[in-house]
């Protein structure tokens, strides 16, 4: 099953020729969802293929770089005779000042919208075999991130201790999988444990929006297969980003490291580095001891593969 993330807007509060401002875009499956949607965000799914037919958009904070392109897609959803629903999610503390952008901006739509408010711990979206919750970041403006978590997968089937314990091919191969003993024909019983191995780990994605380094974050993002963290600035504007309520790429992979996240990607990347955002993934780099850092550019695609995958 496929996971897939699409940057469609790397850059921070002032867009530039090469990066646009926030948005994520996350396939899985057949699921659809944005993460943020900044000025331009239609623009670039369409220059980046992933379409509009998202069934939730993730606000982190209500920052215009962050919510600005919510209007413009939902007139182009309505334009294009979207019959299907779709759930905003922001922060509660935030949840009316949006509707009143989205009513000002773009009116209520003809296909049914629903904006709900989130709060640190909540379970946002309880998906197929997933779940979204919302935690609590450090920015200066009501905000959160979100973490997708995947179910833990069945463990591997040993065909061949199976057919060694005599059980048949076919329908009890499923049953075992499934966790159900199974009796063969001599009175023998079958139990999964026998044959079945345990539990294997999903995968996971976590998104922080714009923030300072917290321990939230840590906690949150334990083990995670992407984190995906604000960047804005590299290291020698540690105390602007303190004081505008960022990270800077290093504090981002200590945050990183001490979480065990398998990779780092460094977001919301100031229009200071417009030309060249090197220094932000040398310090990264530098910082992280994971698989791989890296800042990504706008359009660049992510897939997420499982932990146990060879």
Excluded at 153 to 178: C, I, N, S, W, Y
Aim: hydrophobic share 35%.
């Amino acid at each position: 099953m496929s996971l897939r993330v699409t940057f469609l807007g790397t850059g921070g509060a002032v867009p530039t020729t090469r990066r646009n401002t926030s948005s994520i875009f996350l396939r899985r499956e057949g699921d659809r969802l944005l993460f943020d949607c900044g000025e331009g965000t239609q623009r670039q799914m369409m220059r980046f293929g992933t379409g509009f037919t998202v069934s939730h958009i993730f606000v982190t904070h209500i920052h215009g770089d962050h919510t600005l392109g919510i209007p413009g897609l939902l007139q182009t959803m309505d334009f294009n005779e979207r019959e299907a629903a779709l759930s905003i999610h922001v922060p509660t503390a935030a949840r009316s000042r949006l509707e009143a952008f989205i009513d000002a901006a773009a009116g209520r739509p003809s296909f049914p919208l629903r904006i709900d408010g989130v709060d640190d711990g909540d379970t946002v979206l309880d998906g197929d075999g997933y779940e979204i919750t919302a935690f609590r970041t450090d920015h200066d403006t009501p905000s959160v991130g979100y973490a997708l978590r995947e179910d833990d997968r069945k463990g591997r089937f040993d065909r061949e201790r199976a057919e060694e314990l005599g059980v048949p091919v076919g329908p009890m191969f499923q049953q075992l999988h499934a966790g159900e003993a199974v009796e063969l024909d001599d009175g023998t019983v079958v139990e999964p444990e026998q044959v079945v191995g345990p539990p294997r780990p999903g995968r996971s994605v976590v998104y922080t929006g714009d923030t300072r380094p917290t321990e939230r974050t840590v906690e949150v993002a334990r083990d995670a297969d992407l984190l995906i963290h604000d960047a804005t600035f590299a290291a020698d504007h540690e105390t602007r980003a303190r004081r505008t309520g960022h990270s800077t790429a290093e504090r981002a992979a200590n945050i990183a490291n001490r979480a065990d996240a398998k990779r780092l990607a460094l977001v919301h990347i100031s229009s200071r580095y417009a030309g060249n955002a090197d220094p932000i993934e040398r310090n990264a780099r530098e910082a992280f001891s994971g698989e791989e850092a890296f800042v990504p550019e706008d359009g660049d695609v992510v897939e997420i593969p499982y932990p146990d995958a060879d």
